[in-house]
């Protein structure tokens, strides 16, 4: 298309968005501002822009180059934080590697990336010495530790410095140069349920327009505010998993005081939620429980606490209790491949005044989409379905914030974006309101007559009968409906033999029609079976027992 | 420099920045959103976007094309908003014509731009019958009215089509494509002192920032946030200026609802607040005076507006003015060239509890850069000064949404951009917690020492004696200095003969060593003369003075 394009006499305006610019505002109207690791450390914005200048100068006297890739195994730390800025800042890539993992996915994922540096916790030295041989592109360690005697043991590889030794002996006057936005910034993996962990990346560009979409909607989509200046920042979701979700960017960005916990201990968040007044977290429904269910968390005042929960769905019942307690608890929803943030579950006034259950229904809903987020409901054509809160599809997304693919996968990374929106295997729906609710994992879900239809919404109903003791429902092929939805009923000993497949097969139906699934449900077929197959950890093996239902009679 | 690029099998994660994306999540969140103009049209975001593929659909069958520019003359209304939205949207170029401008400047502006297209207010049809004859370039012209009868009457141009007619027979499914970012979205033009009015420009990745931006920092950096989707927003700058701030853009992404009040009457600007619970608004100080002096005004509860001033300074009184009227009232600095904001004047918690007199200081000062605005304040070899309040230079800036220099003009193009920064030809300090004070324009102050010294300041010291009647500080060639301040005062008759200029000189010295003023202030030099030179229109004609003060004496 021919664009009106006026040549200018001078490049000067071109403004790349590269992440050093996060820390420009941050630098002129927060230069005091704290960072804090764990309240034993603690720092200004100055001396972290000091300390960024001395890790690059350090990093390039090892040999760093742009284009190369560095490795951190660590805690949420302030080294960490430094990281996010120095490495992607001298046009290297930061690999944040989850060190959750077992060693031998962490050694994958460090071959797979082609990682030239690993800046590597003391603590994970054991882990290192055990693929320490097997490493194939990795050829410079740096020793990261809070201790310095735990630090002075036996190494395991070459060490070729030890980090706060680095800082000190570089020069903080690293010059950052503009370079191309679109160059890679990050890159981390994640597991499927199946196969070798896969690597997603997001470039410069990305990460500062995701700080800059999450302000604009934490700001402006909420009836308050709910981030600002004057918050107190901590993650409570890892530094190593999708960057933190993107906040020591955003926090940076808006020049906040930030606190790192190192590793998640509930004693040690209790002490600093206190001690350092954090107003701002994000974690998963279980690192939340195991705060407030600490004895210290007690005591605590929570009423400034303003918390994002994702990951998986938010129980409503852990929206009360946080209620209960005044935080104000409010679902996100994303995940590894889309930098993550996608929806923000941000309340009206008018919302703000219901009961601590009414809003909890609101707040554990998946959400608004966030600015520049092309979110969509879309059946098995990519066709849009209604946004009446009932009609289900697959959730698909555009925004300028998504991975462009899974790293050296060219096949996956295609099926990721069939059709030019990345596919988030999420099955949802949209209210008038615009509030996402993501209800099934697209391998829980039966397409009937090319609708999602929901196997947990249809066990959830089928449950309910008082004769029902478990009940797993699965797809099966149909020459009409593509699939139609099979129950596998085990009933409870007593009532074997007094209730016949057809009458709760009717149950069901009469109930489907009532609830929000969809109206194929009711093609449900009933089958009582004598066991139900379940896999090593207990969950449901769906896959088996819909290769041959007919077996669980016997 | 060499960057580590994975190719991802697809492009389909590519998402240029395009204005088309601010409405993606309104018409999710807040279909039902109303619009109005002037309270007595009104529709709502579904509505807004079936015209906006109506008007496209319309514009193409006029044989509108990407690449072209489509001029308009309206007051601020929802035909606009249209416009803002269809014209860039179709790959077209939206000139938002200055109507304050006399016919000639407008003349002058549309045929410089080379529009193709002109939509034109009734109103302004005399406007049009003193210049059709000598448009160079628009072929085609659109009417917009309020009233058909006023449309009715004999046209100074053959008219294409009146506007809502063309809505109505044209199709709202047009398909909007993707295209380069960069791709130039609006252009306007803005007066200097002499010469004619300069084009500026903006593409859509600047808008789109800019959006943003604005709203991160809205959100982000005020302690409470100041913009928020249930706010009610209204224009009080004119959509033909600098896109009315970007606030159109910005509120139309956080879904709000929007008042457009035609003309900018203080009875009707009065009844919207009223009518229609107006929350978030931006003026410059002269139309706010005009609001509030407005006996309307008196029964108004202005306690929910938040209203950004810009354009010329703000005088504190009009500050502590409001803070008695319950309006959240504070600065924002930028300019035309700049798309304008650059900074805010935010608040913290603290500063909220001050005094109206103690916070009116805070909301006069220019404010906080913007997340990614790279604001400096330079000395004349570009050398940062110190942030203490108190050293002044030049505000230079580099952001994502400057324009990239002047339409057609390379020459004014490189000065504007010298240095690699784009010169606001203001001068001003920056405070140690990061806020902009503006103190002056660059005419107005005089370059010692290489330092800028500010003869505004000058003749604040030296009108404090009782002596002066007037005053006029101009810089005047130095050896050693480069420039020296000389101060040419007009004595009180009743002092004349009675007071040395050296006592002066020593009195003004005394005065700038307890002032904010440079240090070099007190190279002062001060010469009575018997007359002072002013223009037409009554400013000191600093330019004449400057160039024979000696003449002045006799």
């Not at 706060?164 to 890159?187: G, H, I, K, R, W």
């Not at 934490?218 to 600002?228: D, P, Q, T």
């Not at 606490?305 to 009360?320: C, H, Q, T």
């Not at 966030?370 to 066709?383: F, K, N, S, T």
């Amino acid at each position: 298309m021919p664009v009106k394009l006026v040549q200018a006499t001078t490049s000067a305006y071109q403004y790349p968005l590269l992440i050093k610019q996060l820390l420009l505002t941050p630098l002129v109207i927060a230069p005091e501002q704290e960072i804090t690791y764990q309240g034993r450390l603690r720092y200004n914005y100055r001396e972290l822009r000091a300390r960024i200048g001395r890790l690059a100068s350090g990093l390039a006297g090892l040999g760093v180059e742009a284009g190369q890739t560095v490795a951190v195994m660590d805690w949420d730390s302030h080294r960490y934080l430094e990281c996010f800025f120095a490495v992607p800042m001298m046009g290297a890539v930061l690999q944040t590697v989850n060190v959750r993992f077992n060693p031998e996915q962490i050694l994958y994922t460090l071959n797979h990336a082609e990682a030239d540096v690993l800046l590597v916790n003391s603590e994970f030295l054991p882990v290192l010495a055990s693929i320490a041989g097997r490493l194939e592109t990795v050829k410079t360690f740096v020793l990261l530790s809070d201790d310095e005697a735990a630090a002075a043991g036996e190494m395991p590889v070459t060490v070729a410095a030890e980090y706060e030794a680095l800082l000190a002996s570089a020069s903080a006057d690293f010059e950052f140069a503009d370079f191309d936005e679109n160059a890679q910034a990050t890159t981390f993996y994640t597991t499927g349920t199946t196969g070798q962990p896969k690597g997603v990346y997001f470039s410069h560009r990305q990460l500062v327009l995701h700080a800059l979409g999450c302000a604009a909607a934490l700001g402006g989509a909420h009836a308050n505010g709910r981030l600002h200046r004057e918050d107190v920042y901590m993650p409570m979701t890892p530094m190593f998993h999708v960057h933190a979700w993107g906040f020591p960017y955003i926090a940076t960005m808006l020049g906040l005081k930030q606190v790192y916990p190192g590793r998640y201990q509930p004693d040690v968040l209790c002490r600093l939620i206190a001690e350092e007044g954090v107003t701002f977290s994000h974690c998963v429904p279980t690192i939340l429980h195991l705060v407030l269910g600490h004895p210290h968390a007690k005591e605590l005042d929570l009423s400034n606490w303003k918390l994002i929960i994702g990951g998986s769905a938010m129980p409503e019942a852990m929206a009360i209790a946080a209620h209960q307690r005044g935080i104000d608890l409010f679902t996100g929803y994303g995940m590894s491949e889309t930098c993550p943030v996608l929806t923000l579950a941000h309340l009206k006034f008018d919302d703000m005044k219901l009961s601590a259950e009414e809003q909890a229904v609101l707040r554990a809903k998946t959400g608004l989409p966030l600015p520049l987020v092309d979110l969509r409901i879309v059946d098995g054509e990519m066709q849009d379905v209604a946004h009446d809160g009932k009609a289900s599809g697959e959730v698909v997304v555009r925004s300028p914030w998504l991975t462009q693919g899974y790293l050296k996968a060219p096949v996956e990374s295609e099926e990721l974006w069939a059709g030019g929106y990345l596919h988030t295997s999420d099955i949802g729906n949209i209210n008038a309101a615009g509030y996402l609710k993501v209800t099934d994992r697209i391998k829980d879900v039966i397409k009937v007559g090319g609708e999602w239809t929901s196997s947990l919404q249809l066990e959830d109903i089928i449950a309910k009968h008082e004769a029902v003791q478990e009940v797993a429902v699965v797809g099966t092929p149909d020459a009409k409906w593509g699939e139609r939805p099979l129950a596998l009923v085990l009933l409870k000993p007593e009532h074997v033999g007094k209730l016949s497949e057809h009458a709760l097969r009717n149950f069901a139906a009469q109930a489907i029609d009532a609830s929000g699934c969809s109206r194929y449900g009711v093609l449900l077929q009933v089958s009582f079976v004598k066991r139900l197959l379940k896999t090593s950890v207990g969950k449901m093996n769906k896959r088996d027992m819909r290769a041959d239902p007919q077996a669980l009679r016997d």
